[in-house]
């Protein structure tokens, strides 16, 4: 009890018993009981006991000690690896999000450096850390003090620091940072972070500022007690800030709102006329080149409509959001001397749940938590309840609000308050308690293809996947990754069903629905009862069961009976399959319609045991997620993760890993290659090893692994080899290290070599040993003899000895890794064989005709294979080129499982192309992309969605115009060609019918100019359509896609997700110069075919002739109008009968 009052100081001011706090509040507030007893260990390492929700400390009383259950990490076996509390998230690999649903601002505090005017105010050297280091709880289990987490007590002069945040920032779907900046009458405060945003123009987060344009007084909120820094407005003062700031909206990353920059003015209530400063700004803006300007203010102060200041819009400001009750009373242990404020942060989300909604632009806000005591201590204004679970929510429900009254993404702004506002307890950024778990729950939210609400779930297909358990291995990692990344690149609908609990099981059901076998079956039901319960949780029978591992056989059979195809992915040999699966493995093979092999050895073995067909066996590599840092590791990053792990930074750090099988993951061999370097005389190195290893774990020939531990101390070599034990951040160690054993003596393929690989890391491994030695070869590291020490130490002191080896062998083990075993590259492939199992087609048919765009070919490619959207089949058709084309398209045949077809002879258009396509296409969706432009990675991401509602035939954007060097010069919603029809119908996203989209312009002339920017459903090429279309000289794919809207209609996407490249030698540019008369031919043959295909309004024909008539202008300008006649009869356009409109209102 001494042990914990001295740990716990605060339950001695309460005077609470301690066995009583313990149980009631010290688990959930991860306090241990005693130095002997780890509450999180415990839980972790006995997943039952959680499971069970029992006290760790009484469980252990009750059962654990008779089981022999350990209470805490051996001493060390940890070293290095930082303790966290429960609820701690760390930070994870995926890069930023390819699309976004809405765009979060995260408002920024400055104040993180110290200034000479906050010397002379509080005192020399403060900062915000000043304050937020003093906060002391004010009731039992208030979170107080909030300690930063991975960034640590940060000065912001350190440029390090803010690149770190931008990074996390734009990690995390972050779209910008709005500063709060300080004017008063021309004298700048705590601008330097803003500037050093700016001066960085390596990054692209978007950026904007928030002007606190009150006084400077020693309240924090602004109010004029005891003024600081005075603030007076005047004409003069307005335009000599408009001048500054003026200066930040040129910055490309400036945040703007429909083109205009967004300026954000914190009290406009303070201008002596808001209306008249508002004018002033926008007038100077005009003149000074910017244009128009957007004008938006947070409602803290000042509420209601911002036209009444002359603004544009208003944004929310939680925790300003209105009256709600104090809760004080309801706070049992609430400190006497306390004379603030307690409010339930649930009240904020359930204002959410049912927005007010008001008759002005206003963008929504939210605060992750707050919470001011570090500023105003025992008068503190204190929101409880705060969790990243409900701030998801809340997050879900303003981005839901927000898509639903913004249809362009350009206006779906959302604020939260705020990123760093660390003396507040409202920030994003990471901290010693919750780790990144907002910052997760905001990417989850806000990346486009899971965001609630917004794109309701249609799966086109399900997947049950199975997992022989949830502990911490390989299998069970790759299965996480395999559904994150179907999650983000397809629309499929996935379950998961876990045999056994572990580690990663809340992990699981954190990111898809998870459930333990046991849950929705018990063992002791009849067949048909317990495969009743498996469908009412699944929803049904899936489409495909996939079953993660050879170790799932024990329930194959019961699945089987479901009549749904199984996929087995194998991941083991011999030894791992003698252990974990050899009764069941008949179930198995006699179950599964096809396996996955990780590597040729897995096919190999099974084939010869157990008589498996290779033709029934896709050899799949394992691959893991690529980061953007893990081919940019510089020295002095490695030295600072090694100086974070407490390793030694004078020494070659050597690398071992494995869980469970000390023996086959050749843990003693390791021992054993370090013993032999000793014994040569070699000493610059140390050996660690990553992952639990059970001491009771026994071979025949060696013993138990504790006899090879205690060997190990006995021989003095422990100050040489450490085994860490399980640690959270892998890839941390591995970029702190130099090299990488594989000592396994059996290894299917290495998950973590392949991490290791990423990280740089030369690998050495044993020949026969499995799927490793088929990575590595001769450039990723060293292949030695089978389970010799000896050879592999003689490797290792190779590379220990010569560093330049050692080094380039890792950056070509990296290049290698990231060039075949990135998840996008290799789960495009898995993903096939999903399908091909389940017997559903792909979801698009991407046709890629060519010829002679060899120049061209790597940069669409690359737009393609890096769609956020992968459930797609690629058919690539050359038309005969003559340049270096086929051997570009040699390089990707059977990427993505593409079909390369080449003509033998052009075929002089290429519309044979696009109908040989359609033809050979699988799937109900068409994408032609053509083989010059490019696409954003979020094309497909986008527009497939819109095909949800079964009557959309054709969905196209907005498509930036490029030229042959890949520059942009131009967009087609702002050129004259578009805004002559309409200067609005393409500024904003839509649906309508395709007869109205016919009489809005489709029907005058080809408003969609490029078929690259278009998704469409597969149609009937009839031998009449296919004539009619050869026969037109020019504008077939105008004439196409009249054909391919029909008795549907038509979406259209405002986003600039199409790249449409125009050559100066373009066919239509040449047909514009020098076929002029056939162009007005063609346009009088399809304006009659849209006069007697579609219902048109009374209108169409005067779009036309006007249309018509400036071609002529421009094409003839010397010839009299009378000749025009001949070409494109006016009189013959007039005379000719129109279907009426049936109704030219927009659907849905």
Not at 873 to 897: C, F, N, R, W
Request: glycine letters at 6%; proline letters at 6%; charged letters at 25%.
């Amino acid at each position: 009890m001494s042990w914990y009052l001295v740990q716990n100081p605060d339950v001695v001011r309460s005077g609470k018993d301690p066995i009583l706090h313990y149980i009631r509040h010290g688990v959930a507030e991860s306090r241990n009981p005693s130095p002997n007893f780890d509450n999180e260990y415990y839980l972790t390492k006995y997943p039952d006991v959680a499971v069970a929700s029992m006290n760790p400390l009484d469980h252990y009383i009750r059962f654990g000690k008779i089981e022999g259950r350990s209470t805490r990490r051996a001493p060390g076996t940890n070293a290095g690896d930082i303790q966290r509390p429960a609820t701690y998230v760390p930070r994870f690999s995926e890069g930023r999000p390819a699309a976004l649903r809405a765009r979060l601002i995260a408002f920024y505090l400055p104040q993180f450096h110290p200034i000479p005017e906050n010397d002379a105010f509080w005192g020399k050297g403060f900062t915000e850390w000043t304050n937020v280091t003093r906060a002391v709880p004010q009731f039992d289990g208030h979170y107080q003090p909030r300690l930063p987490g991975d960034l640590g007590f940060y000065d912001l002069r350190v440029k390090d620091i803010q690149k770190e945040q931008i990074e996390i920032a734009m990690q995390y779907g972050i779209s910008g940072f709005c500063f709060h900046f300080y004017w008063f009458n021309g004298k700048r405060v705590l601008d330097m972070p803003i500037t050093q945003f700016i001066e960085n123009d390596a990054h692209e987060l978007g950026f904007c500022i928030n002007w606190a344009n009150e006084p400077w007084s020693r309240r924090w909120d602004g109010r004029n007690q005891e003024v600081l820094i005075p603030q007076s407005h005047s004409p003069e003062d307005d335009l000599a800030f408009i001048e500054h700031v003026s200066g930040y909206f040129r910055d490309r990353r400036y945040i703007r709102v429909g083109g205009k920059p967004l300026l954000m003015i914190y009290r406009p209530g303070l201008f002596p006329s808001a209306t008249e400063t508002a004018q002033r700004w926008r007038a100077y803006c005009r003149e000074a080149g910017i244009g128009e300007i957007f004008l938006a203010y947070p409602q803290s102060f000042d509420m209601g409509d911002p036209a009444e200041f002359g603004f544009d819009a208003a944004v929310e400001f939680p925790p300003n959001l209105g009256r709600f009750p104090e809760i004080n009373d309801s706070i049992p242990t609430l400190k006497s001397g306390f004379r603030g404020k307690i409010y339930d942060w649930a009240e904020l989300l359930n204002r959410s749940r049912a927005y007010p909604q008001v008759p002005y632009t206003l963008f929504r806000g939210l605060c992750p938590s707050w919470d001011n005591t570090a500023r105003r201590m025992e008068a503190a204004y204190i929101l409880v309840n705060a969790s990243p679970s409900r701030y998801k929510e809340w997050l879900t429900n303003a981005v839901v609000d927000t898509c639903d009254r913004f249809a362009d993404f350009d206006s779906r702004l959302i604020f939260v308050n705020a990123w760093n506002e660390w003396a507040e307890g409202a920030y994003l950024e990471p901290d010693a308690r919750y780790g990144y778990a907002y910052l997760q729950e905001t990417r989850y939210v806000l990346s486009a293809s899971i965001a609630a609400g917004k794109l309701p779930r249609d799966p086109s297909w399900s997947v049950l996947f199975v997992s022989h358990d949830a502990v911490l291995g390989g299998a069970q990692a790759s299965l996480l990754d395999i559904v994150k990344w179907l999650q983000a690149h397809t629309d499929l609908e996935i379950k998961v069903l876990c045999l056994a609990g572990g580690e990663r099981f809340e992990e699981f059901r954190r990111i898809v629905d998870t459930v333990l076998l046991d849950d929705p079956v018990s063992r002791t039901e009849p067949t048909a009862t317990r495969l009743a319960r498996i469908t009412a949780w699944f929803g049904g029978r899936p489409d495909l069961i996939y079953c993660n591992s050879l170790a799932t056989g024990r329930v194959q059979a019961l699945l089987g009976e479901l009549g749904s195809p199984i996929l087995t992915h194998a991941r083991e040999l011999a030894t791992s399959v003698a252990r974990y699966a050899k009764d069941d493995m008949g179930d198995v093979v006699s179950r599964t319609q096809r396996f996955i092999a990780c590597s040729p050895s897995v096919r190999d073995y099974l084939a010869a045991e157990y008589n498996v067909e290779a033709n029934a066996i896709d050899v799949i590599p394992s691959a893991v997620p690529q980061t953007d840092a893990d081919h940019s590791r510089t020295e002095i990053q490695r030295l600072e993760s090694r100086q974070r792990a407490g390793w030694p930074v004078d020494k070659t750090i050597v690398l071992g890993s494995g869980l469970g099988m000390p023996f086959r993951k050749g843990a003693d061999l390791f021992i054993e290659v370090a013993r032999i370097l000793r014994a040569r005389g070699v000493e610059d190195y140390h050996f660690y090893w990553l992952g639990s290893l059970p001491e009771r774990e026994r071979d025949e020939a060696f013993g138990t692994w504790s006899q090879q531990l205690d060997r190990l101390q006995a021989d003095g070599l422990g100050e040489k080899v450490t085994f860490l034990g399980d640690v959270e951040d892998v890839r941390g160690h591995l970029l702190a290290a130099d090299l990488f054993l594989l000592t396994s003596r059996e290894e299917p393929f290495g998950r973590v070599m392949l991490e290791a690989a990423f990280a740089e890391l030369p690998v050495i491994c044993f020949a026969g040993s499995g799927g490793a030695p088929d990575f590595v070869e001769d450039d990723a590291g060293i292949v030695v003899k089978w389970a010799d020490p000896v050879a592999m130490a003689d490797a290792t002191q190779k590379l220990i000895q010569d560093q330049p080896l050692c080094r380039k062998l890792g950056r070509q083990a990296g290049a290698k890794a990231r060039r075949h075993f990135s998840t996008d590259r290799v789960f495009p492939r898995l993903l096939s064989t999903m399908r091909k199992v389940a017997g559903k087609p792909p979801a698009v048919s991407i046709i890629v005709p060519n010829y002679n765009y060899a120049r061209y070919l790597h940069e669409r490619m690359d737009s393609i294979l890096g769609q956020s959207f992968q459930d797609f089949e690629l058919i690539i058709l050359d038309d005969a080129s003559t340049d270096d084309s086929k051997s570009i398209l040699d390089y990707y045949a059977g990427v993505h499982g593409t079909r390369v077809i080449v003509n033998e002879s052009n075929s002089g258009s290429p519309y044979p192309q696009w109908f040989k396509g359609i033809e050979l296409a699988r799937a109900d969706l068409i994408w032609i992309a053509e083989a010059d432009d490019v696409s954003d990675p979020a094309f497909l991401e986008t527009l497939v969605p819109l095909f949800r509602d079964p009557s959309v035939k054709f969905a196209y954007c907005a498509s930036k115009i490029i030229n042959d060097r890949s520059e942009i010069v131009g967009d087609y919603p702002s050129s004259p060609y578009l805004t002559d029809l309409s200067n609005f119908k393409w500024k904003r996203s839509y649906q309508v019918s395709a007869e109205q989209e016919v009489n809005d312009g489709l029907g005058v002339k080809n408003t969609v100019f490029n078929i690259s920017a278009a998704v469409f459903r597969k149609f009937e090429i009839t031998t009449d359509f296919a004539e009619h279309l050869l026969s037109l000289p020019t504008s077939g794919d105008w004439y196409f896609i009249l054909e391919a809207i029909r008795n549907g209609s038509v979406a259209y996407e405002s986003a600039l997700l199409n790249h449409h490249r125009r050559h100066r030698d373009s066919v239509t540019s040449l047909i514009m110069a020098s076929h002029s008369e056939a162009l007005l031919r063609t346009r009088q043959m399809i304006h009659h075919h849209v006069l007697r295909t579609y219902g048109t309004d009374l209108a169409i024909k005067l779009k036309m002739a006007e249309y018509v008539v400036q071609l002529w202008n421009r094409q003839f300008p010397e010839r009299p109008a009378e000749e025009m006649e001949s070409l494109y009869s006016l009189k013959a356009l007039g005379e000719l009968p129109a279907r009426p409109s049936e109704s030219s209102s927009p659907v849905a």
